[in-house]
């Protein structure tokens, strides 16, 4: 397996509209892109830091994962996302070392990835998301 770079961090907000004060203003960071993704019930904006992404989560639906997430454990850095040139290969990998799969085959998330999530029980507690550019 290859990991090339830190794809994204995500964090969990309540609102990305009364966070983007705090990236654009305060950080002077830029917004390029905000999207919805709706099987995931979240909408995301990027910001770019170097080569990697900031990515705000917000929960569309009380049902979302996010939306969950913050009831629990509140606002704050939700998962690392790392970028692989071979997904599927990634994933076979993890699982034969024993790693807890979320996700056993590729889905599509935000600005076109393919990605998978892999389970915080198996990864010192630190949900870990794969991505990878479809070619």
Known sequence: ????????????????EEQL???EETLGLKCYNIE???????????????????ELLEPTSEESTIAKYIERRGEGVHHIAYATK??????????????????????KGAEGLNIAFLHPKSTGS?????????E
């Open 1 to 16: 397996m290859e990991i090339t770079h830190i794809e994204h961090i995500g964090i969990a907000v309540k609102s990305i």
């Open 86 to 107: 071979n997904l599927s290969k990634a994933l076979k990998h993890m699982e034969e070392k024993g790693v807890r799969l979320i996700d056993n085959e590729p889905r």
């Open 126 to 134: 630190v949900l870990t998301e794969l991505c990878e550019h479809p």
């Open 36 to 54: 919805t993704v709706e099987d995931q019930k979240v909408k995301t904006a990027f910001f770019m830091v170097g080569q990697t992404k900031i």
């Open 21 to 23: 004060p705090y990236y």
